[in-house]
């Protein structure tokens, strides 16, 4: 069964608002991937997050990986339109089975303008 | 231009109708997957493959076949579909390392009445 559970499941915002979802794990992680789908499109690539206690930025993006490696957010700063998607985390288990990620079950984020 | 295509891009069948959906990658990527997204379940990985001749199963596999006879293909077999199968699926390729994203394909909506 899912062993990554993400929450929320959605979430309707105000353009301005912040917007953060979480993710957690059962199992210790090896690292963690975040990925943006936008309504009708693929899952492209944000980021990967590798070492215990991680923060990384890009631009209005904050990405934390927890220090047990069993949790991850993703935190939007004043979202914007351009933001409207659904947000997934991917993990890879501990003893990394190259390539098997495991995805949680997203978090649809609508902006009103 | 770097690219995981996949064909067809919609599909309509019917119960016990063998099919195969292809995909193919130019990025000379060792990992391939085949995932199927279902509302409310995120990304649900069927099967995955970690070079030529090498697969094993993901989370779903039950009702998929699969080959990698060449490191470009990857192409996903339904013997015989049913209704449960119909879904949204999204092949994807990637290269082992630091920064092992995954790049999708565009998807496939096969609906099985």
């Known amino acids: 069964g899912q062993q990554v559970m993400q929450i929320p499941q959605y979430q309707h915002v105000q353009e301005g608002e912040d917007f953060t979802t979480y993710c957690n794990s059962s199992?210790?992680?090896?690292?963690i991937q975040w990925y943006k789908q936008r309504p009708g499109g693929h899952p492209v690539f944000l980021i990967q997050?590798?070492?215990?206690?991680e923060v990384k930025k890009q631009k209005r993006l904050t990405f934390q990986f927890g220090e047990a490696k069993k949790n991850s957010s993703l935190h939007i700063t004043a979202t914007q339109t351009t933001d409207v998607g659904t947000y997934f985390c991917?993990?890879?288990?501990?003893?990394?089975?190259?390539?098997?990620?495991?995805f949680g079950q997203g978090t649809e984020l609508s902006v009103k303008p | 231009e770097a690219q995981v295509t996949q064909n067809p891009r919609y599909l309509i069948t019917v119960t016990g109708k063998k099919l195969t959906v292809t995909c193919s990658q130019n990025?000379?990527?060792?990992?391939m997957s085949w995932y199927r997204q279902d509302p409310g379940l995120g990304l649900r990985q069927i099967y995955y493959?970690?070079?030529?001749?090498?697969?094993d199963k993901g989370d779903v596999p039950e009702g998929y076949k699969v080959s990698r006879k060449e490191k470009r293909n990857f192409p996903l077999i339904l013997e015989s579909p049913s209704p449960n199968q119909t879904s949204l699926y999204f092949c994807?390729?990637?290269?082992?390392?630091?920064?092992?994203?995954?790049?999708f394909g565009p998807g496939t909506r096969l609906t099985v009445t």
């Open positions: 997050l590798v070492k215990s206690g």
């Open positions: 493959s970690m070079n030529v001749e090498v697969t």
């Open positions: 199992t210790t992680l090896s690292n």
């Open positions: 990025m000379n990527h060792e990992y």
């Open positions: 994807a390729s990637s290269s082992p390392g630091q920064f092992d994203e995954q790049y």
């Open positions: 991917a993990g890879n288990r501990l003893y990394n089975q190259g390539g098997k990620l495991i």
